[in-house]
């Protein structure tokens, strides 16, 4: 049993991780792992919590950025396609391999994405309201990967998704963040629904962490409407680069 300080110290710390995501469209559960592993939960019941944390955080975040969506529908309808089955593979393989060297691998990706989100800060560049069906077609292999190493780590398509859309389809990076997240709405509840059919979810800790995330959910939508594009594209470099470090030491970490 969690003992009072450690329920109110989840609390908080899921609303300031979820706002943070919300706000920037990056991979808040990985911050969330690292606290379940210290509070003694095994690996596998980690990344089951953070599913299902991680559904409630997204599922509020997408209503809070309601109004954006309207502008992205055809973009979200396709990215949910084929991000469902992905997530649901790699959360079905979790049982089955090691996810050591794919945690390191991602981790070096992060930390190249993040640095390449941070040097589009100092290029001026047209951006897009929308992106018709026949630009993002030819892409669609990449958040259904994205998706796989989700189920598989908890992270993945946030990151990956959001290069994709800002980077390549220079996509409005407040309407990047929007898609995105509620992307991870409906691939989060992929994800939590096989974990909680394989039993895989810590309720005692995982109730006080979607009480935070509900919070923070509706918090970052409001602040990302107030942010410049810049500095929402700062702040995703920093989250990134704090997550691809963070699973590289936890990479070496179960080697």
């Given at each position: 049993m969690f003992d009072i300080t450690i329920s109110i110290l989840a609390f908080f710390t899921a609303i300031g991780?979820?706002?943070?995501a919300m706000t920037t469209g990056g991979e808040g559960a990985i911050l969330f792992i690292p606290f379940f592993l210290l509070l003694g939960i095994e690996p596998k019941i980690a990344i089951g919590t953070s599913f299902i944390t991680q559904l409630f955080g997204k599922a509020s975040?997408?209503?809070?950025?309601?109004n954006e969506l309207k502008n992205c529908k055809?973009?979200?309808?396709?990215l949910v396609i084929v991000s469902i089955p992905g997530v649901i593979i790699g959360s079905l393989l979790v049982s089955y391999?090691?996810?050591?060297?794919?945690?390191f691998a991602f981790g070096i990706v992060a930390i190249i994405l993040a640095a390449t989100m941070l040097l589009s800060l100092f290029k001026s560049e047209n951006v897009k309201e929308n992106i018709t069906t026949p630009e993002l077609v030819p892409w669609l292999c990449i958040p259904f990967l994205a998706s796989v190493l989700t189920g598989i780590l908890a992270i993945g398509s946030g990151t990956i998704n959001t290069v994709?859309?800002?980077r390549i389809l220079k996509l409005k990076m407040h309407l990047v963040v929007a898609t995105v997240v509620a992307t991870m709405a409906f691939t989060a509840m992929a994800g939590a629904v096989v974990h909680l059919s394989l039993g895989t979810v810590y309720w005692p800790i995982a109730v006080f962490t979607i009480a935070g995330v509900l919070i923070g959910g509706q918090i970052g939508p409001r602040i990302a409407r107030k942010m410049h594009t810049n500095w929402i594209k700062a702040l995703f470099a920093a989250l990134t680069f704090i997550v691809g470090v963070v699973?590289?030491?936890?990479?070496?970490?179960?080697?």
């Open positions: 991780v979820s706002t943070f975040g997408t209503i809070g950025y309601l055809n973009i979200l309808i396709r391999i090691k996810p050591q060297f794919l945690q994709l859309l800002e699973t590289c030491i936890i990479a070496f970490g179960n080697f």
